[in-house]
């Protein structure tokens, strides 16, 4: 167990575990979270519940151990299978759980019959304040806002001062702005505690904005763990680049490496069109595919002259809509890209559909990953 300068002992949660849930689905994972946020991340029904379920106790694999710091939760070699109330975890679910007779106060309280009084309002008075809800104690969960149940629900969970903290994505429902001012506040309140949180989310956004560590989970296997930038920056496998809101992955044929410049060439699928790319793992003849963000794709009316970006493919514009405050062009440039814009960009350069364009791309934006399972690279 870490310490930190302010004296607070780091937990460390350790989880190996196999278990079948179906004959067609097996939760094979490997992984060791530090205190503060691990992210976890992946397609709906990869296992993200279930490997939450297991950690909790209610559900038990088949093989495997779970620790947390010197405690074992569960060892299926030596028949250690801790119930659920004494491995002292919180667990806030998607629908919150909140009892909808009783109070606010009483919601809290729920966990500690067995303190004194004193203590038991003391605690929760604590729990009220770091969430900035004492003005609720006595109102129901059907008198007060969405986000105000979701703090409930956490003052819930931590109150009992757990040793880990399991969100099985309680902040879905919230915008933005709500669930930062939530994650903050929950952020603070770790940094006196450091606990480990595993945070079930499927934006990539939460992930940036609040984890320390992420976990990509895909068909109950760990396909990546890292930092958030190591992650999901430059993600090494498609399926991590669609989390991380690579929009546009594609195929491509590796022609050249040059290894003394750190790139390659890859010529796009039934064009004469090619893509200077970061040298990757594949050899020159190889199919792979390349992953790029809408976002760092720049859009031209003329061929450019005197970038430092290395690409430039012709293209004509296949649709534009609006969402929100950005619009989205559609080209046609050997294969189809998307492009986000601004609505003043799109009128400063007269976009329609149907016009020529050029669209230019870094080196560096152009990721090479693995292709997921079932996608078969041309």
């Known amino acids: 167990m870490a310490s930190r300068e302010n004296g607070v002992r780091d937990a460390v949660l350790s989880v190996r575990v196999a278990y079948r849930l179906s004959s ?6 490997e992984l060791e979270t530090p205190a503060g946020f691990t992210m ?10 279930t490997l939450l379920n297991c950690i909790a106790g209610f559900v038990q694999p088949d093989a495997g151990r779970i620790t947390l710091d010197a405690r074992v939760l569960f060892d299926a070699s030596s028949g250690v299978n801790m119930p659920v109330p004494e491995r002292h975890l919180g667990y806030v679910f998607q629908n919150l759980a909140l009892f909808p007779h009783m109070t606010v106060e009483q ?13 038991r309002r003391a605690r929760m008075m604590a729990m009220l304040e770091s969430f900035r809800i004492p003005h609720l104690l006595a109102r129901k969960p059907s008198q007060i806002s969405g986000g105000e149940r979701q703090r409930v629900a956490l003052a819930r969970s931590l109150v ?3 040793a880990m903290l399991l969100l099985d994505e309680p902040l879905s429902a919230l915008d933005a702005a709500s669930k930062s001012k939530i994650l903050d506040d929950l952020r603070e309140w770790n940094a006196a505690h450091g606990i480990p949180i595993l945070y079930v989310t499927h934006s ?25 930038q190591d992650v999901l920056s430059k993600p090494r496998h498609e399926t991590i680049a669609q989390i991380a809101g690579f929009e546009n992955v594609f195929d491509a044929t590796v022609k050249s490496v040059n290894e ?12 004469r069109a090619h893509l200077e790319v970061p040298l990757g793992w594949a ?26 970006a290395r690409n430039a493919l012709r293209g004509k514009i296949l649709s534009m809509r609006r969402e929100g405050v950005m619009t989205i062009v559609m080209v046609e440039a050997c294969a189809v890209f998307e492009v986000h814009l601004t609505p003043l960009s799109v009128d400063d350069l007269k976009l329609k559909e149907g016009a020529q364009v050029w669209l230019v791309i870094k ?5 090479l990953v693995q292709p997921s399972p079932g996608t078969a690279v041309q």
């Open 283 to 308: 050899e020159p003849g190889a199919p792979v595919r390349i992953a790029i963000r809408a976002g760092d794709i720049i859009l031209a009316t003329e061929q450019p002259h005197g970038l430092s």
């Open 363 to 367: 080196t560096y934006s152009c990721n």
């Open 204 to 228: 990539p956004e939460e992930a940036f904005a609040v984890g320390e560590h992420v976990v990509i989970l895909q068909s109950g296997r760990i396909l990546s763990q890292g930092t958030p």
């Open 107 to 119: 919601n809290i309280q729920y966990g500690l019959v067995k303190l004194p009084a004193a203590e």
């Open 24 to 29: 067609a689905f097996k939760l094979e994972a």
């Open 260 to 271: 003394a410049h750190g790139t390659m060439i890859c010529q796009l699928p039934d064009s």
């Open 160 to 162: 009992t001062n757990p």
């Open 40 to 49: 976890l991340l992946g397609p709906s029904g990869c296992g993200k519940t």
